[in-house]
């Protein structure tokens, strides 16, 4: 009979102990590899979504929230500053580029944002059907809005009022469809992009006369403005001068997503300990069920080396019992974390939110596959010892 088969039969004769080893082997796998998973993937998709942009303008209020609704769209704004913030920014000589975005209506829950086709440039997209917008009330959609709406080029819907999905509609203001992008992997596949005008329209209603018109021309505001430096100088003079304006504030990307991955760090310190306890449990119940099965299967190990099984080869016996439940419990451990990430991406793009992709292997998933077997070996070091070691003519006489 070979190692493989004496060892999956060694397993097998204590199947409660052998299986509770198992499932918090499992267990640990699962909770340390679907940290390391959501950690990396989250961080790479923000520090993706903020490449290239240095500061953002918008109202006083939270630099935080205003990061996350003019950037990443997960947030309600902090407010809106007058139109002429972008030309004035322009003006500015520390100033490279100035992007305005302006929001406040969705469709079904994309949210559309009224902008420049510089913003379309920055993230390097591309059509995939379609033009871009040439005049106010055409949209150009992002790949992931364009596939769960079932908008096409050519399509016409009309916006809701506010950023989440079961409001009011704009009745007299309807929107077509003129192109659709390509995937970007960026913030841009679940957005809708439109012109300023188009999102100025909409609220504006028709004007009355030129004067009306001109009035409300004069009051118009967007959310924020996406700038980037023109030089290092800019780093420390800009948002000074911006944060002296009465209206205006600057709110810097990598400061205030340095403090948000902190927050979350703090998070993964403690689902990490917790992973680290499953992992210490299982190596405690794995070395207990090994043990117990070398003590209460001695004789049959005597009997082998009575037969000619070298001492090395009865400690490979143990040896492999340990490695097979890892790797069982590995495997399992793997498909319990791509389950759940598939859940969260799931949550995640219900509430366009973040995205998520699937369990994807990496560096993580080979260091928690080392830690798994190295878990094993460890637990199964001093049952191996033993099985080396037995002593034959003690073990044959007593029993």
Same mark, same amino acid.
């Given at each position: 009979? *070979? ?19 198992? %499932? ?8 340390? %590899? ?12 923000? %520090?993706?979504?903020?490449? =290239?942009?240095?500061?953002?303008? /918008?109202?006083? /209020? ?17 407010? #809106?500053?007058? @139109? ?6 322009? @003006? ?13 209506? #969705? ?6 944002? =009224? ?31 364009? +596939? ?5 080029? /050519?399509?016409?819907?009309? *916006?809701?009022? $506010? ?15 003129? $192109?659709?992008?390509?995937?970007? /992997?960026?913030?841009?596949? +679940? ?6 005008? *188009? ?5 504006? $209603? ?33 948002? +000074? ?20 991955? =902190? ?41 082998? +080396?009575?037969?000619? @099984? =070298? ?28 389950? @759940? ?59």
């Amino acid at each position: 009979m *070979s190692l493989l088969r004496l060892a999956w039969a060694q397993l097998a004769f204590r199947p409660l102990q052998t299986l509770l080893a198992g %499932l918090l082997l499992a267990a640990a796998v699962t909770t340390l %590899l679907l940290l390391l998973q959501l950690r990396t993937q989250l961080t790479a998709q923000l %520090l993706r979504d903020v490449t =290239g942009i240095d500061l953002i303008v /918008g109202a006083k /209020g939270s630099p935080l929230q205003l990061i996350l609704s003019a950037v990443y769209h997960v947030d309600v704004p902090t407010g #809106n500053v007058a @139109a002429d913030t972008v030309a004035r920014l322009r @003006a500015n000589p520390l100033v490279a580029k100035a992007i305005a975005v302006a929001l406040g209506d #969705n469709v079904r829950g994309f949210r559309i944002v =009224g902008t420049e086709p510089a913003l379309a440039e920055h993230y390097g997209a591309r059509l995939s059907r379609g033009r871009f917008w040439q005049a106010p009330m055409e949209a150009v959609l992002g790949a992931t809005a364009a +596939r769960v709406t079932g908008l096409a080029v /050519g399509a016409r819907f009309r *916006s809701v009022h $506010g950023l989440a999905a079961g409001g009011p509609e704009h009745e007299e203001a309807e929107y077509t469809v003129v $192109g659709v992008l390509a995937p970007t /992997g960026t913030v841009l596949d +679940r957005l809708v992009l439109t012109d300023l005008q *188009s999102v100025w329209l909409v609220h504006e $209603g028709q004007p009355a006369d030129a004067a009306e018109a001109a009035a409300l021309a004069a009051e118009r505001q967007v959310t924020a403005v996406l700038v980037s430096y023109a030089s290092p100088l800019a780093a420390a003079v800009l948002p +000074r001068q911006v944060n002296a304006e009465p209206h205006w504030m600057a709110a810097a990307p990598a400061t205030e997503l340095a403090r948000l991955l =902190g927050v979350f760090g703090v998070a993964f310190d403690v689902v990490r300990a917790f992973a680290m306890v499953l992992f210490a449990g299982a190596a405690l119940a794995m070395f207990v069920a090994l043990t117990q099965g070398f003590e209460e299967r001695r004789y049959d190990f005597a009997v082998l +080396r009575l037969c000619g @099984a =070298g001492p090395w080869r009865l400690a490979a016996l143990m040896l492999l019992q340990g490695w097979l439940l890892a790797a069982l419990a590995f495997v399992t451990g793997a498909a319990g974390a791509a389950v @759940a990430l598939a859940a969260i991406a799931d949550w995640l793009a219900q509430t366009r939110s973040l995205p998520l992709a699937g369990l994807r292997p990496d560096a993580g998933f080979a260091a928690v596959g080392a830690l798994t077997l190295a878990i094993a070996t460890l637990s199964v070091g001093w049952p191996a010892w033993r099985a080396a070691h037995v002593d034959l003519h003690r073990t044959l006489a007593r029993d």
